[in-house]
Nanobody, 120 residues
Framework: QVQLVESGGGLVQTGGSMRLACTDS????????MGWFRQAPGREREYVAA??????STNYADSVKDRFTISRDKTTMYLQMNSLSPEDTAIYYC???????????????WGQGTQVTVSS
């Protein structure tokens, strides 16, 4: 059973940077397409970024393109977030998919989330 755990969230000032990580207790994640999603208070969960099993293909939501970078190794997925703004404040979730990667319905396993708060 896959149990994803996010880490690295916290409080940062506008313009700052933060790196999130997602792991399954050190087990390999290389068989899964992986993604990051986020949910702000009062809003629906939204897609942030995804990365293929090989790590060679990535995709980003327009709202984070050129500011966020998704990456992975065999056991951990990362989300490097730069130029953060209060609009990025949300709970960030990592997810793993045995199939596609473009929609939240593709994902089979989800973490519990980590809070990211960007102060103005």
């Amino acid at each position: 059973q896959v149990q994803l755990v996010e880490s690295g969230g916290g409080l940062v000032q506008t313009g700052g940077s933060m790196r999130l990580a997602c792991t399954d207790s050190g087990h390999t994640l290389s068989v899964y397409n992986m993604g990051w999603f986020r949910q702000a208070p009062g809003r629906e969960r939204e897609y942030v970024a995804a990365i293929s099993r090989s790590g060679l293909s990535t995709n980003y939501a327009d709202s984070v393109k050129d500011r966020f970078t998704i990456s992975r190794d065999k056991t951990t997925m990362y989300l490097q977030m730069n130029s953060l703004s209060p609009e990025d404040t949300a709970i960030y979730y990592c997810a793993a998919s045995t199939g596609g990667w473009s929609r939240s319905s593709n994902y089979d396993f989800w973490g519990q989330g980590t809070q990211v708060t960007v102060s103005s």
